[in-house]
T-cell receptor, first 108, second 113 residues
Framework: KNEVEQSPQNLTAQEGEFITINCSYS?????LHWLQQHPGGGIVSLFM???GKKKHGRLIATINIQEKHSSLHITASHPRDSAVYIC??????????FGAGTRLTVKP | EPEVTQTPSHQVTQMGQEVILRCVPI?????FYWYRQILGQKVEFLVS????????KSEIFDDQFSVERPDGSNFTLKIRSTKLEDSAMYFC???????????FGQGTRLTVV
């Protein structure tokens, strides 16, 4: 059974700080997703990774397949980045397993 | 920008009643999914659907649940006889292929009373 662990559970930062959220998983995967969940509950897909690194604006996601680990970085954090960030892994064709999420609060 | 649309946003139903949650996936997407999130818990996979049939389902997706694509645009999740523990946020998602990014709807909050 593939377990997905995220750290930290909660993170508070000051505006402008560099943020790192970590995700580790226990078995080989076909893809890893980073998702953002806003207070209203809606989920937005940020990245899908199977190797290497992706960048979109101030967000950077990396994955190390050998170490079964991924990180999501936010540069120059802003209060509007406050949300729950969820790591999810797909190791078969369709089933996805989700981490518990990291609640990020960015204070002005 | 194309998006996945779910209706209703919130549904309250009595225990034992049947509910149908509706989703309109992105038009050129071929793979459809349902997930649920019980309040305060992780998001959980329920079922995936491709080519008019279920391609994979989790242990949660028992005989009380069914999915259907009744026409070219809608994708529905039916819960036959709701239980209190079915109260959750239900998310629909779609993707172009099985290996591409999934796009999520805003969710339907189901409250069973």
């Amino acid at each position: 059974k593939n377990e997905v662990e995220q750290s930290p559970q909660n993170l508070t930062a000051q505006e402008g700080e560099f943020i790192t959220i970590n995700c580790s998983y226990s078995v080989g995967i076909s893809a890893l997703h980073w998702l953002q969940q806003h207070p209203g509950g809606g989920i937005v897909s940020l990245f899908m990774l199977s190797s290497g690194k992706k960048k979109h604006g101030r967000l950077i996601a990396t994955i190390n397949i050998q170490e079964k680990h991924s990180s999501l970085h936010i540069t120059a954090s802003h209060p509007r980045d406050s949300a729950v960030y969820i790591c999810a892994v797909r190791w078969g064709l369709y089933d996805m397993r989700f981490g518990a999420g990291t609640r990020l609060t960015v204070k002005p | 920008e194309p998006e996945v649309t779910q209706t209703p946003s919130h549904q309250v139903t009595q225990m034992g009643q049947e509910v149908i949650l509706r989703c309109v996936p992105i038009s050129n997407h071929l793979y459809f999914y349902w997930y649920r999130q019980i309040l305060g818990q992780k998001v959980e996979f329920l079922v995936s659907f491709y080519n008019n049939e279920i391609s994979e389902k989790s242990e949660i997706f028992d005989d009380q649940f069914s999915v259907e694509r009744p026409d070219g645009s809608n994708f529905t999740l039916k819960i036959r006889s709701t239980k209190l523990e079915d109260s959750a946020m239900y998310f629909c998602a779609s993707s172009e292929t099985g290996n591409t990014e999934a796009f999520f709807g805003q969710g339907t909050r189901l409250t069973v009373v």
